[in-house]
Nanobody, 121 residues
Framework: QVQLVESGGGLVQPGGSLGLSCAVSGSIFRINAMGWYRQAPGQERELVARIISSGVTNYADSVKGRFTISRDNAKKTVYLQMNSLKPEDTAVYYC???????????????WGQGTQVTVSS
C-alpha cells in the first residue's frame, strides 16, 4: 500500500525559511508528478508547486521566486524549500503524488496526512 510520509513544517517568523519533505513508502510502479498543496482555514485547497517526471515545475503565482520544489527519484522523495515566508503562507501543507501502483492500474492521486506551517511573529 502506497503511503506518503511528510516531515518538516512548524512555526517560523515572517521572512524566515522552512523545508518540507515527502517520501513515498510502499510499492509504487510509476510516479507521474509530485507536488505540494495547501489549505488555510476557511479556504479551498490550492496548488503550491508541482514537478513532473521530466523535471518541469510549476508554481502558484503567490510563491514564485520564494519557494522551490525538487525531487529525488531514487529516494521517491519530493521537497519544498520555502523562503521569505509570509503570514499568508500559513496553512496545512499536503504532499501529493500522481502515479500508479502497477502496470495495469490507472494513475491516481495519493495524499499525505498534512503538516502545519505557521508564519507568525
Amino acid at each position: 500500500q502506497v503511503q506518503l510520509v511528510e516531515s518538516g513544517g512548524g512555526l517560523v517568523q515572517p521572512g524566515g525559511s522552512l523545508g518540507l519533505s515527502c517520501a513515498v513508502s510502499g510499492s509504487i510502479f510509476r510516479i507521474n508528478a509530485m507536488g505540494w498543496y495547501r489549505q488555510a482555514p476557511g479556504q479551498e485547497r490550492e496548488l503550491v508547486a508541482r514537478i513532473i517526471s521530466s523535471g518541469v515545475t510549476n508554481y502558484a503565482d503567490s510563491v514564485k521566486g520564494r519557494f522551490t520544489i525538487s525531487r529525488d527519484n531514487a529516494k521517491k522523495t519530493v521537497y519544498l524549500q520555502m523562503n521569505s515566508l509570509k503570514p499568508e503562507d500559513t496553512a496545512v501543507y499536503y504532499c501529493n503524488v500522481e502515479g500508479s501502483d502497477s502496470f495495469f492500474s490507472a494513475a491516481r492521486d495519493y495524499w499525505g496526512q498534512g503538516t502545519q506551517v505557521t508564519v507568525s511573529s
